[in-house]
T-cell receptor, first 117, second 114 residues
Framework: GAGVSQSPRYKVAKRGQDVALRCDPI?????LFWYQQALGQGPEFLTY????????KSGLPSDRFFAERPEGSVSTLKIQRTQQEDSAVYLC???????????????FGPGTRLTVL | AQSVTQLGSHVSVSEGALVLLRCNYS??????LFWYVQYPNQGLQLLLK??????LVKGINGFEAEFKKSETSFHLTKPSAHMSDAAEYFC????????????FGAGTRLFVKA
C-alpha cells in the first residue's frame, strides 16, 4: 500500500513569506508526527497528533509554527514569516498505535526541503 | 531527561568487514530504543527496536543490536558490510510525554569501500 507522502518535496521561500507543508499519512494511522531535520543533524521532534488532537507541541520552535490535523488524517505544518533559520527538511511520520505507544514503529515520508532565502 | 549520543559522525568500512555503529543513551526510566536508516532522498526506515523483551534484537538486512543496561548502550552491528549498506543511521529513544515523542541522535554516516 501507499506510504507516507509529503508535498511539496522542495520549497523555496523568501524571508517573511508564509509556507504550508502537507503530510498524507498511511490510511488508518492514528498517530502523526512532525520533525525538523537540519543539515547534518538528526530529526528533532516538533509536534504529535493522535487523530485530530494535538497532544504535544513542545517542539515547535516559536509561535510562527502551527500544525493542524482537522479530520484526523491529512496534516499541515504552517510556518509564518519564515526566517533563514527555518531552512531544513521537515519530516512527517505516522504510526498505527491508538495510544501513541512508545514502541510503535513510525513510518516516515520523504520530507519537504525548505530553503528560505 | 532522555537523550541519545552517537559516537562518530562518519564510519568507513570495507565491503565484507564488520559494521559497528555506537549509540549510548541516557534515561531515567527503562528506555525504548530504535535504529533507523536513511538512504539518500528517502525517508527514514526502521531497522530494529528494543522494547524490553530480548536484549539482542535482530532487524532487517542482517543488522542486530544489543541492549546493555550496565553500559547504557545500544550498538548496531552487522557481520559483513555490503555496498548497499551505505547510508545514514540514527539511534533514537522513545519517551512518554503524556503523548510521546522520539528523540534522535545526530546520526552516523556509513561509508562502504569496495
Amino acid at each position: 500500500g501507499a506510504g507516507v507522502s509529503q508535498s511539496p518535496r522542495y520549497k523555496v521561500a523568501k524571508r517573511g513569506q508564509d509556507v504550508a507543508l502537507r503530510c498524507d499519512p498511511i490510511s488508518g494511522h492514528v498517530s502523526l508526527f512532525w520533525y525538523q531535520q537540519a543539515l547534518g543533524q538528526g530529526p528533532e521532534f516538533l509536534t504529535y497528533f493522535q487523530n485530530e488532537a494535538q497532544l504535544d507541541k513542545s517542539g515547535l520552535p516559536s509561535d510562527r509554527f502551527f500544525a493542524e490535523r482537522p479530520e484526523g488524517s491529512v496534516s499541515t505544518l504552517k510556518i509564518q514569516r519564515t526566517q533563514q533559520e527555518d531552512s531544513a527538511v521537515y519530516l512527517c511520520a505516522s504510526s498505527l498505535g491508538a495510544s501513541g505507544g512508545l514502541t510503535d514503529t513510525q513510518y516516515f515520508g520523504p520530507g519537504t526541503r525548505l530553503t528560505v532565502l | 531527561a532522555q537523550s541519545v549520543t552517537q559516537l562518530g559522525s562518519h564510519v568507513s568500512v570495507s565491503e565484507g568487514a564488520l559494521v559497528l555503529l555506537r549509540c549510548n543513551y541516557s534515561s531515567s526510566v527503562p528506555p525504548y530504543l530504535f535504529w533507523y536508516v536513511q538512504y539518500p532522498n528517502q525517508g527514514l526506515q526502521l531497522l530494529l527496536k528494543y522494547t524490553s523483551a530480548a536484549t539482542l534484537v535482530k532487524g532487517i538486512n542482517g543488522f542486530e543490536a544489543e541492549f546493555k543496561k550496565s553500559e547504557t548502550s545500544f550498538h548496531l552491528t552487522k557481520p559483513s558490510a555490503h555496498m548497499s549498506d551505505a547510508a545514514e543511521y540514527f539511534c533514537a529513544v522513545s519517551v512518554n510525554t503524556g503523548g510521546f515523542k522520539t528523540i534522535f541522535g545526530a546520526g552516523t554516516r556509513l561509508f562502504v569501500k569496495a
